[in-house]
């Protein structure tokens, strides 16, 4: 049944669930009888049905296709999440991911059934050591954060090896949330560091904070407004200076790769998102890879296992009595995220360092674009370029009686996927546009358009019409001021 919902514009429709498409007697496939056979369940056959749906093939199809166009993926339009480098991803590296020898491996086979598998760990991690400039790379952690920690372990190794126990880590408060999360859960306690005027790092401020007891800072460069730190040398020879540690969080390394080698910035470790710089389909939780590149002083304390040359060939070494130095302990089962290895390595090999050059080139010109169109109509947090990505705040909304959180629920309703809202948390009402190297100048004219359209629409003082948004998606807006539900509209295929 079909029927206006009370209050809103149109009729909207919701898929039931599959369960609630259970059609008694109804089939997809015809299969034969089951023959006669002793069992060996000791009594504990089921004797009763097992509550699957019942439905015909056609029905089940168009149940999913209908669900998928619910969906928005970055092949449906633009997806500017701010630090989320959402951008397209070569088909190329899908295939290749699912060559027979590489997408029916299994990680307990023999090392001497697996050359080719072994061989390729190494080529993508010897590409990440030439791209950031360090000398080792773990490759086993799944993603970011779990790289993030893999880091911050290595430091503590690191200190513990030299006798030297420290207590806190350096954050600076435009960090990503996970940076402070994995200093707590590798046991630190962790001290903001403000931002300056210019929405970077506060250089005295950091230098004010550094003491023996400080293990290390963690920077974001380019950091989650878009900017680039300038004082990074400085901020790494402070570090160094006290005995401690840089990190830096390569979720923009977007930004750098091909044009900048963190490990000439005084980096001594750095987690790379696979899945964001390097083109794997990713977001809702996976899949993800965050390998770790080291310094020298950082590289004996790798976690296991380690990717050797022996001989002509190759071998994974899992024990520390295998390798030099003392390595963690593993940090994950197996040997890391290998589907994303070979999507990674075939789009490096694919655009050569001079592509890659492009990639942050065309990124940051992009996320440029952006800021000059709209930059006067909407309001830029920061003065001056930016880097891959583009900051604004809600002051072009002040007045307008439109939130920062009403303005993305009407992108929506455009066919846009909202940018990255209310963060970073240095200023108010953010608005972080990434758009990729991926994008065409077409494309970001839409979008730019899109943007300066809806804050005339603002300014020309239509906020109830924004408050309602979205009215044309299947579900609307969650009601955040009543506890009461709104009508909903069903239909039944």
């Known amino acids: 049944m079909i029927r206006p919902e009370e209050g809103n514009r149109g009729l909207r429709l919701e898929e039931p669930l599959i369960f609630e498409l259970d059609t008694p007697g109804a089939v997809g496939v015809d299969l034969p009888d089951i023959p006669d056979a002793p069992d060996r369940l000791g009594g504990l056959a089921r004797n009763g049905p097992i509550g699957l749906p019942r439905l015909s093939e056609p029905r089940v199809v168009r149940h999913y296709t209908r669900l998928s166009r619910m969906n ?21 590296g899908e295939r290749l991911a699912r060559l027979p020898g590489l997408g029916d ?34 490759m086993s952690p799944a993603a970011g954060a779990h790289g993030e920690l893999t880091g911050l372990m290595c430091i503590r190794a690191a200190l513990e090896a030299r006798g030297d126990a420290r207590a806190k880590v350096l954050v600076p408060e435009s960090a990503h949330g996970t940076n402070p999360a994995s200093a707590r859960a590798c046991g630190y306690a962790v001290e903001s560091v403000p931002a300056d005027s210019s929405g970077r790092v506060d250089l005295a401020a950091l230098t004010d904070r550094l003491d023996p007891t400080v293990a290390g800072v963690m920077i974001t460069n380019p950091n989650t407004c878009g900017l680039f730190e300038r004082d990074i040398l400085e901020m790494a020879q402070a570090v160094h200076a006290e005995g401690g540690f840089v990190y830096c969080d390569g979720a923009n390394f977007n930004a750098l790769v091909g044009r900048v080698r963190p490990g000439d910035l005084g980096i001594d470790c750095m987690h790379l998102n696979l899945h ?21 002083d950082l590289a004996p304390f790798a976690p296991l296992p380690w990717v050797l040359r022996d001989g002509g060939g190759w071998r994974l070494a899992e024990h520390a009595s295998a390798v030099g130095g003392s390595p963690l302990g593993r940090v994950k089962g197996f040997h890391g995220q290998f589907g994303v290895f070979v999507r990674a390595l075939a789009y490096m090999a694919s655009l050569g360092g001079d592509g890659l050059r492009k990639v942050a080139e065309d990124a940051v010109l992009s996320a440029n674009y952006l800021l000059a169109r709209l930059d006067g109509t909407m309001t830029a947090s920061f003065p001056g370029p930016c880097m891959h990505e583009c900051l604004f705040d809600d002051r072009f909304l002040r007045g307008t009686g439109v939130t920062t959180l009403d303005f993305a629920k009407a ?82 295929p």
């Not at 092949?75 to 190329?92: A, E, Q, V």
């Not at 807006?477 to 539900?485: G, K, S």
């Open 105 to 138: 491996l299994h990680p307990l086979q023999p090392d001497s059934t697996a050359q080719g598998a072994l061989d390729l760990i190494d080529a993508c991690a010897d590409w990440l050591r030439a791209l950031t400039g360090m000398p080792a790379v773990a």
């Open 411 to 492: 992108m929506i309703d455009a066919g846009v996927h909202p940018m990255t809202m209310y963060f970073p948390l240095v200023v108010h009402g953010a608005l972080l546009v990434e758009p990729t190297e991926s994008e065409s100048k077409e494309t970001l004219d839409r979008f730019a358009g899109l943007m300066l359209r809806l804050a005339e629409r603002a300014r020309a003082g239509d906020a109830a019409w924004f408050r309602e948004a979205p009215v044309h998606t299947p579900r609307r807006r969650l009601d955040e001021t009543r506890a009461a539900r709104q009508p909903v509209l069903r239909w039944t």
């Open 72 to 92: 928005y993926a970055i092949d449906s339009g633009i997806y500017p999440l701010g630090s989320c480098t959402m951008k397209h991803n070569p088909r190329l």
């Open 276 to 296: 964001k710089t390097f083109a794997t389909p990713h977001g809702g939780g996976g899949p993800g890879s965050g390998p770790v590149a080291l310094s020298a």
